[in-house]
């Protein structure tokens, strides 16, 4: 094994990755190669994973996923007043009424949607 010195990581990395030999693979693919080729530095699998990052070129080739984006559905609740949500507001500075204290209470049917809302 051969140790790259750090002025010589950059263009160790260049070289594997965008050289004769290059298929622009990602960032362990890219650590793997160097490894069997024979080099190696403390700092090469972080090293690899940031160049791949900032490469402009893995980011022209970087393949466009073909699934589509999967539509939210709903929650629903099948028993009623399952889902509910609580706030409780307290210690205001100066109540504009008597009450020093307010708790609202949501029945939600779904993610968000609420039916009603209760104040006491």
């Known amino acids: 094994m051969y140790c790259v010195p750090k002025e010589k990581i950059n263009l ?3 070289e594997v990755h965008e050289g ?4 622009h693979i990602g960032g362990r ?4 190669k160097i490894t069997r080729a024979g080099y ?11 160049y ?8 022209k080739m970087k393949a466009v996923p073909k699934q589509p984006v999967a ?3 709903p929650v629903l609740c099948a028993v009623p007043f399952a889902m509910w949500g609580i706030d409780l507001v307290r210690q205001f500075v100066k109540p504009a009424t008597k009450y020093k204290d307010i708790v609202v ?3 939600q049917v ?4 609420p039916i009603k809302k209760h104040y006491c």
């Open 12 to 14: 160790t990395l260049n």
């Open 20 to 23: 004769d030999c290059s298929h």
């Open 29 to 32: 693919a890219l650590e793997s």
């Open 40 to 50: 190696y530095w403390p700092t090469l699998m972080a090293d690899s994973l940031e």
């Open 52 to 59: 791949v990052k900032r490469s402009d070129s893995c980011e």
């Open 71 to 73: 539509e939210m559905t």
């Open 105 to 107: 209470a949501v029945q």
């Open 110 to 113: 779904g993610r968000g949607n």
